[in-house]
């Protein structure tokens, strides 16, 4: 088999990081996760078997070198024997691979019983654990019940993995996200959970999350979601009449975080908004998302509802105001993403809600938006409060932006987009600043901000490259805009007409682990001939390997390929 071609920047990185003497364990987490995601089983026993070695006073690479020595099936014995003396070490992680590897194994190797109990283990403490690795347990569970003969088990666990629909044998268990086409993409199950005395957050009852502070005056909310039938559900899990609402705080203009404002809005409810959120409002009327699965169809009209927004209190400046005996302080700022994000704080609790200033697409990827620039300002702004919570507009940034990683990460944004610049200045291609800039020596510091810095470096860079650089390349793009067609017929040429050619190649690029050429190949082939079965399955194949590899870092890409591929997937049942 010949060797990858294109290589994965962030899954090197995360080598290099999770390598580092005092590494944090959710570089190692994330680590493992991917490469079992993908299939890298074996790189994955190579790389912590030597982890293990070089730091044997260290339970997780220990735990993880087991896992995926019983994964690739080297010396399964072998890999038991260090996942049990990593459970006598420790509790939490070892219990949850342990479960993961046994699960995996046939019903006649007689651990069905072991890995029930690790798995239900996992279960009845799962607060303690990340939510995008709930999944993978009840998708184990499901295999060991059935392994124990406990068919009814093993249904229910199949169902509350949410990959009931998924096909056999995909790897979609490692993240946290569901998605259909009347719900559209939500990053996390429905629930709502306080993070404070009377400070609630609605996670995963729209795309983006809201939240409910209650005073002495009544509620104020915070974002309002996409569409107003979720929003209404979510308040209705909270015990929350609309009535009780007496203001409501939009954090920006995007439609994930104003498009439900009409289920909280009553006639003497006050809308507060930052100074620029009239001009943001205009600016996303011409914004259409091109992928249906961002809102789903059950969303309406999201760009008339947004229209329809009247701001009662623009907010310009800091400003500090009180609600039924509730201090709020409001900070506008200009953030990653838009021009008119407004972060609100409570100093009583110490809660900061960012909006999404922390977005690592640093804007919606299809428009000219976002601000690394912004981003960095924001990250400052955060770290002169020093709040005590961050609160995100989404659910899988809550779990990676905390408190504890702002330091590192805008010591180290600082640097790449210094870096970035001076790369760019010098004429150099995108995918040369993205192979210089990985991973700045900032961050063997501040080991606790690899995960978010990783999750929004690339993206960074594309925004800051298409900011500052013409629409001719260094290296010739843009020079003669060439359109699929058009690339499909050059390829077909050089396939002799030939489908068979078009599926072989991409045939071998997903055996190499290059998911993305091999769907460009088959996407190419399937311009000239439509018909042709076996591309058509291999795109699909290529789209599922691509959703494997994100489901975890980049839920934009995960959607994205999820709906190009029919995917509908269920939410992960609730604790």
């Known amino acids: 088999?010949?060797?990858?071609?294109?290589?994965?920047?962030?899954?090197?990185?995360?080598?290099?990081?999770?390598?580092?003497?005092?590494?944090?364990?959710?570089?190692?987490?994330?680590?493992?996760?991917?490469?079992?995601?993908?299939?890298?089983?074996?790189?994955?026993?190579?790389?912590?078997?030597?982890?293990?070695?070089?730091?044997?006073?260290?339970?997780?690479?220990?735990?993880?070198?087991?896992?995926?020595?019983?994964?690739?099936?080297?010396?399964?014995?072998?890999?038991?024997?260090?996942?049990?003396?990593?459970?006598?070490?420790?509790?939490?992680?070892?219990?949850?691979?342990?479960?993961?590897?046994?699960?995996?194994?046939?019903?006649?190797?007689?651990?069905?019983?072991?890995?029930?109990a690790d798995l239900e283990f996992v279960l009845a403490v799962r607060d303690q654990f990340p939510s995008a690795m709930i999944r993978a347990v009840y998708h184990a569970l499901a295999a060991a019940y059935a392994a124990a003969g406990k068919d009814d088990l093993a249904a229910r666990a199949a169902l509350?993995?949410?990959?009931?629909?998924?096909?056999?044998?995909?790897?979609?268990?490692?993240?946290?996200?569901?998605?259909?086409?009347?719900?559209?993409?939500?990053?996390?199950?429905?629930?709502?959970?306080?993070?404070?005395?009377?400070v609630r957050v609605a996670h995963g009852y729209d795309f983006g999350d809201f939240a409910f502070v209650g005073t002495g005056d009544g509620v104020v909310v915070v974002d309002a979601g996409t569409a107003e039938h979720r929003v209404r559900a979510a308040l209705t899990d909270a015990g929350i009449d609309e009535g009780d609402v007496s203001h409501v705080i939009l954090t920006h203009a995007h439609f994930d975080h104003a498009g439900g404002v009409g289920a909280v809005i009553g006639p003497d409810t006050t809308v507060i908004a930052q100074a620029g959120f009239s001009a943001e409002l205009q600016r996303q009327r011409g914004n259409v998302f091109p992928f249906r699965y961002f809102t789903g169809d059950g969303n309406g009209d999201g760009h008339a509802v947004l229209s329809a927004i009247s701001v009662d209190q623009p907010i310009a400046s800091t400003t500090s105001m009180s609600v039924g005996g509730t201090e709020f302080v409001l900070y506008p700022t200009t953030g990653g993403e838009t021009s008119d994000a407004l972060m609100v704080y409570l100093?009583?609790?110490?809660?900061?809600?960012?909006?999404?200033?922390?977005?690592?697409?640093?804007?919606a990827p299809?428009?000219?938006?976002?601000?690394?620039?912004?981003?960095?300002?924001?990250?400052?702004l955060i770290a002169d409060i020093n709040p005590r919570v961050l609160v995100h507009g989404h659910p899988v940034l809550t779990e990676l932006f905390t408190v504890e990683t702002i330091p590192g990460l805008l010591a180290a944004l600082t640097e790449l987009r210094d870096a970035s610049l001076a790369r760019i200045r010098n004429e150099q291609t995108l995918t040369n600043v993205l192979d210089s800039?990985?991973?700045?020596?900032?961050?063997?510091?501040?080991?606790?901000?690899?995960?978010?810095?990783?999750?929004?470096?690339?993206?960074?860079?594309?925004?800051?490259?298409?900011?500052?650089?013409?629409?001719?390349?260094?290296?010739?793009?843009?020079?003669?805009?060439?359109?699929?067609?058009?690339?499909?017929?050059?390829?077909?040429?050089?396939?002799?007409?030939?489908?068979?050619?078009?599926?072989?190649?991409?045939?071998?690029?997903?055996?190499?682990?290059?998911?993305?050429?091999?769907?460009?190949?088959?996407?190419?082939?399937?311009?000239?001939?439509?018909?042709?079965?076996?591309l058509t399955r291999l795109r699909t194949q290529a789209l599922y390997r691509l959703m494997e590899r994100h489901q975890l870092q980049d839920p934009f890409r995960f959607l994205i390929y999820g709906e190009l591929a029919g995917v509908e997937l269920g939410p992960v049942a609730a604790g």
């Open 1 to 116: 088999m010949s060797h990858q071609i294109a290589t994965d920047r962030t899954v090197e990185a995360l080598k290099a990081a999770a390598a580092w003497p005092g590494a944090d364990r959710a570089t190692l987490v994330t680590l493992a996760t991917v490469l079992a995601a993908t299939g890298a089983d074996q790189d994955g026993a190579s790389y912590f078997e030597a982890l293990a070695a070089s730091q044997p006073d260290q339970v997780l690479p220990l735990t993880l070198a087991g896992y995926f020595q019983v994964r690739s099936g080297t010396d399964i014995a072998a890999g038991l024997a260090k996942l049990d003396e990593a459970a006598t070490k420790d509790l939490g992680p070892a219990q949850y691979y342990r479960g993961l590897a046994l699960a995996r194994l046939p019903a006649s190797a007689g651990h069905a019983d072991q890995a029930i």
């Open 160 to 198: 509350d993995s949410g990959l009931s629909s998924a096909p056999a044998g995909t790897r979609l268990e490692f993240g946290g996200g569901w998605m259909n086409a009347a719900d559209g993409f939500h990053m996390s199950s429905p629930a709502i959970a306080e993070v404070a005395p009377g």
């Open 347 to 363: 100093p009583a609790t110490g809660v900061l809600f960012t909006g999404d200033v922390m977005m690592p697409y640093l804007g």
């Open 366 to 380: 299809f428009f000219a938006e976002g601000s690394p620039d912004g981003l960095i300002e924001a990250l400052q």
């Open 437 to 534: 800039t990985v991973l700045p020596e900032t961050l063997r510091e501040h080991s606790a901000a690899v995960g978010p810095y990783l999750a929004i470096w690339e993206h960074f860079v594309q925004r800051l490259y298409q900011q500052h650089s013409g629409y001719w390349q260094p290296d010739g793009q843009g020079l003669e805009p060439i359109g699929p067609a058009d690339r499909a017929a050059a390829l077909d040429l050089l396939a002799g007409g030939r489908p068979e050619q078009f599926a072989a190649t991409a045939q071998t690029l997903l055996a190499q682990h290059d998911a993305a050429l091999a769907l460009e190949i088959a996407s190419a082939g399937l311009v000239r001939h439509p018909e042709h079965a076996e």
